[in-house]
């Protein structure tokens, strides 16, 4: 009995340079470099608000400090209230982030795929994209009612017109020669979206997920400012109406941290979708 023997491809390590590894532990150096003046800079910024509080150049009344900031934290996290505010912000911020972002993706690719609707739907995206958002609370309020679906509908208002606009943009300055290479090789409209426009569309794509990443934050939290019983806005809008501006200082610095992860995640999603593109 011959046994069958498998023989792997051996997979070959790609040669490099001695001036390419020099130029990579250069981005490297830099990178580091970067990194660390921006904590210092942070700290800097911490530090310093810590000691002008503690020799009473600010009012901590009025501006807060650090310390307070740690203690009022840990008064939530002791008090069992820290995560579930946090939960709920964050869900709020994640599923209106998803609806608007997925959401305004197809509905530019409809307009790119009939002019006819496109032409007849532009006039309206314009002014629904100048009219100021806080003043449909009201309306969002009797029409959905009290509660997650009005903070929900006013994230996604605010960011699903810029998310329109800019994929549909995306699309529009597609390469009108490749387009028609594909067209004379003999393909649909259907096979043009999938193979060239959204693949082009790409880097287009990745911008307007940072961009929502900023404005599903500011439109969480301007829903949790006109109705809400939980959640960060409400712990900001509570704290300013008691005077506890400890509390509001804190919600903030939560506030921030959590669009900051919510940054870095798409900026890896970024970094893994060029990283699979340059193998391609």
Same mark, same amino acid.
């Given at each position: 009995?011959?046994?069958?023997?498998?023989?792997?491809?051996?997979?070959?390590?790609?040669?490099?340079?001695?001036?390419?590894?020099?130029?990579?532990?250069?981005?490297?150096?830099?990178?580091?470099?970067?990194?660390?003046?921006?904590?210092?800079?942070?700290?800097?910024?911490?530090?310093?608000?810590?000691?002008?509080?503690?020799?009473?150049?600010?009012?901590?009344?009025?501006?807060?400090?650090?310390?307070?900031?740690?203690?009022?934290?840990?008064?939530?996290?002791?008090?069992?209230? !820290? @995560?579930?505010? %946090?939960?709920?912000?964050?869900?709020?911020?994640? /599923?209106?982030? =998803?609806?608007?972002?997925? $959401?305004? +993706?197809?509905?530019?690719?409809?307009?790119?795929?009939?002019?006819?609707?496109?032409?007849?739907?532009?006039?309206?995206?314009?002014?629904?994209?100048?009219?100021?958002?806080?003043?449909?609370?009201?309306?969002?309020?009797?029409?959905?009612?009290?509660?997650?679906?009005?903070?929900?509908?006013?994230?996604?208002?605010?960011?699903?017109?810029?998310?329109?606009?800019?994929?549909?943009?995306?699309?529009?300055?597609?390469?009108?020669?490749?387009?028609?290479?594909?067209?004379?090789?003999?393909?649909?409209?259907?096979?043009? !979206? @999938?193979?060239? %426009?959204?693949?082009?569309?790409?880097?287009?794509? /990745?911008?307007? =997920?940072?961009?929502?990443? $900023?404005? +599903?934050?500011?439109?969480?939290?301007?829903?949790?400012?006109?109705?809400?019983?939980?959640?960060?806005?409400?712990?900001?809008?509570?704290?300013?109406?008691?005077?506890?501006?400890?509390?509001?200082?804190?919600?903030?610095?939560?506030?921030?941290?959590?669009?900051?992860?919510?940054?870095?995640?798409?900026?890896?999603?970024?970094?893994?979708?060029?990283?699979?593109?340059?193998?391609?």
């Amino acid at each position: 009995m011959k046994k069958n023997i498998d023989i792997k491809p051996v997979k070959e390590k790609p040669i490099r340079s001695k001036e390419y590894a020099t130029y990579l532990k250069k981005v490297k150096r830099k990178k580091v470099v970067i990194i660390t003046i921006q904590l210092a800079i942070l700290i800097a910024i911490f530090a310093i608000w810590e000691i002008f509080a503690i020799t009473n150049v600010i009012d901590t009344f009025i501006m807060s400090s650090p310390s307070k900031i740690l203690s009022q934290i840990a008064i939530l996290f002791n008090n069992g209230t !820290l @995560f579930y505010h %946090i939960g709920v912000t964050l869900y709020e911020a994640i /599923i209106g982030f =998803l609806i608007a972002t997925l $959401g305004g +993706t197809l509905i530019a690719i409809i307009l790119w795929w009939n002019e006819t609707i496109r032409k007849i739907l532009d006039p309206y995206i314009v002014v629904l994209n100048s009219l100021p958002k806080i003043a449909l609370g009201p309306i969002l309020i009797i029409w959905i009612g009290a509660g997650t679906g009005a903070i929900v509908a006013m994230d996604v208002l605010i960011m699903i017109v810029i998310t329109i606009l800019s994929m549909l943009n995306a699309f529009n300055s597609c390469d009108e020669n490749k387009i028609l290479l594909l067209k004379s090789m003999g393909a649909n409209k259907f096979q043009i !979206l @999938f193979k060239l %426009i959204l693949p082009n569309s790409l880097v287009e794509f /990745i911008s307007v =997920l940072k961009i929502n990443v $900023g404005l +599903t934050w500011v439109g969480t939290i301007m829903g949790e400012y006109l109705v809400s019983r939980a959640g960060l806005g409400y712990l900001i809008v509570y704290g300013g109406q008691v005077f506890k501006l400890d509390l509001v200082m804190a919600s903030t610095v939560i506030l921030c941290i959590l669009a900051a992860l919510m940054y870095f995640l798409v900026v890896l999603i970024e970094k893994i979708v060029k990283k699979k593109r340059n193998i391609h």
